[in-house]
């Protein structure tokens, strides 16, 4: 890749922010427009803590990514990460991204801001898992994608698993095998 090149990674994170503000300036001016009410405090409150909440998978994922997956340029990975989160879930970044995309939604106030935000970022996580990163992941790692595949849910994790997951730091697994020994 030369030096004045993008990575396909960063291309995805750029239309990917490019149509969350759309999705946002769109809510917003249908609501500006329709003059809908505000929600209640508490729901937008909840918006809040979601924000909050979501922040913990995504550090988490990028920190693994980063220890483990043997990044060869900004946000794309050479290894097959399944340890940590990842026992849990293939994608527990695209479910962070989710849940502060639809308390993004909640914070902002009004209904269709909420509703158009939420429908083009679950669309978009789906049509995106669906179409091109799973395919891309099979014909990356193969076999031993398939029976990773198998094995673990997509993006809902059973609560025990994450509550294991969060209940401890996050250790790669340089860190583990430095520390067993």
Request: proline residues 4%; aromatic residues 12%; charged residues 15%.
């Amino acid at each position: 890749m030369g030096e004045n090149s993008m990575s396909i990674c960063r291309k995805r994170l750029i239309y990917w922010l490019v149509m969350t503000a759309a999705s946002l300036a769109i809510g917003i001016a249908l609501d500006v427009a329709l003059q809908t009410t505000a929600f209640p405090i508490a729901v937008r409150f909840l918006g809040l803590v979601g924000i909050i909440l979501a922040h913990f998978p995504l550090k988490r994922t990028g920190r693994l990514l980063s220890q483990e997956g043997g990044v060869e340029e900004w946000g794309c990975t050479t290894q097959l990460v399944t340890t940590d989160i990842y026992q849990c879930l293939r994608h527990p970044h695209h479910l962070g991204v989710g849940i502060f995309m639809i308390s993004l939604g909640l914070l902002t106030g009004h209904l269709w801001t909420f509703l158009i935000i939420t429908v083009v970022q679950w669309t978009w996580v789906f049509a995106f898992l669906l179409l091109v990163e799973e395919p891309e992941l099979e014909s990356k790692f193969g076999e031993a994608y398939r029976q990773y595949r198998d094995r673990v849910p997509m993006l809902l994790a059973h609560p025990r698993c994450l509550w294991w997951v969060f209940s401890s730091p996050v250790k790669s697994a340089a860190f583990r095998k430095e520390y067993q020994e």
